[in-house]
């Protein structure tokens, strides 16, 4: 018995899909460069538009919010998290170290407007570990939270290493110096650009064949 072929009314989606590909391969060309133009137009849109957006991570109206402003609005610090400087030695007793208390008071200096707490100003030992060996400076600084302000901790790490003697280290990190090391600065916005250039071309490429699969 000879089957009858079903009765659909409209397009099936394999047959958009088909005659999307005849068309991109017949067109190819202009799909490619339409492809490169439209790429390059976002990504001169997204760095202009950047500057517009909402760009602080809190949310207005809530307790965290209201409670950070009214410690900027009293201090001066409180929205942006603080970057956190970290002192360690093998061998010395980085807690009593006057190098260690010198770069930390470089470091001050070096943030204006900043609130900064350690062991040296609080004479707290929760900034020391417990073999004495590592300690920590906390950096509060200044001004709002915003997407488009860096943590600075590349200036935060030469200023605290700068005259350290040899055998104790300073690094940075933070929630903030974290986040930007992750995307590796300004560099991921043209990695996703070269990334979809190289994508429109590998479609051009792919489209080159005369064949198309047959959806059945």
Same mark, same amino acid.
């Given at each position: 018995?000879?089957?009858?072929?079903? %009765?659909?009314?409209?397009?099936?989606? *394999?047959?958009?899909?088909?005659?999307?590909?005849?068309?991109?391969?017949?067109?190819?060309?202009?799909?490619?460069?339409?492809?490169?133009?439209?790429?390059?137009?976002?990504?001169? *849109?997204?760095?202009?538009?950047?500057?517009?957006?909402?760009?602080?991570?809190?949310?207005?109206?809530?307790?965290?919010?209201?409670?950070?402003?009214?410690?900027?609005? *009293?201090?001066?610090?409180?929205?942006?998290?603080?970057?956190?400087?970290?002192?360690?030695?093998?061998?010395?007793?980085?807690?009593?170290?006057?190098?260690?208390?010198?770069?930390?008071?470089?470091?001050?200096?070096?943030?204006?407007?900043?609130?900064?707490? %350690?062991?040296?100003?609080?004479?707290?030992?929760?900034?020391?570990?417990?073999?004495?060996?590592?300690?920590?400076?906390?950096?509060?600084?200044?001004?709002?939270?915003?997407?488009?302000?860096?943590?600075?901790?590349?200036?935060?790490?030469?200023?605290?290493?700068?005259?350290?003697?040899?055998?104790?280290?300073?690094?940075?990190?933070?929630?903030?110096?974290?986040?930007?090391?992750?995307?590796?600065?300004?560099?991921?916005?043209?990695?996703?650009?070269?990334?979809?250039?190289?994508?429109?071309?590998?479609?051009?490429?792919?489209?080159?064949?005369?064949?198309?699969?047959?959806?059945?």
């Amino acid at each position: 018995m000879e089957s009858q072929p079903n %009765s659909v009314t409209g397009a099936t989606p *394999a047959g958009r899909l088909a005659r999307l590909g005849h068309f991109t391969t017949r067109y190819r060309w202009p799909v490619i460069i339409a492809w490169i133009v439209l790429t390059l137009i976002g990504g001169v *849109a997204a760095g202009k538009l950047s500057s517009r957006w909402y760009q602080s991570l809190a949310v207005p109206g809530k307790p965290a919010y209201e409670g950070s402003q009214r410690a900027l609005g *009293a201090l001066g610090v409180g929205v942006r998290p603080p970057s956190v400087v970290v002192f360690h030695s093998p061998s010395v007793d980085v807690g009593k170290s006057p190098a260690v208390r010198a770069a930390m008071a470089r470091v001050a200096k070096a943030s204006p407007g900043a609130l900064t707490s %350690s062991v040296f100003s609080t004479g707290d030992a929760m900034y020391v570990s417990r073999d004495r060996h590592t300690t920590f400076m906390q950096v509060y600084p200044p001004g709002q939270n915003r997407l488009d302000v860096k943590s600075g901790a590349e200036k935060l790490r030469a200023v605290a290493a700068a005259g350290l003697p040899a055998g104790i280290t300073a690094e940075v990190t933070g929630y903030n110096p974290l986040g930007e090391a992750s995307t590796n600065g300004s560099g991921g916005e043209s990695n996703v650009l070269v990334e979809a250039l190289i994508g429109g071309l590998g479609a051009g490429r792919g489209c080159r064949s005369p064949s198309w699969p047959r959806w059945v």
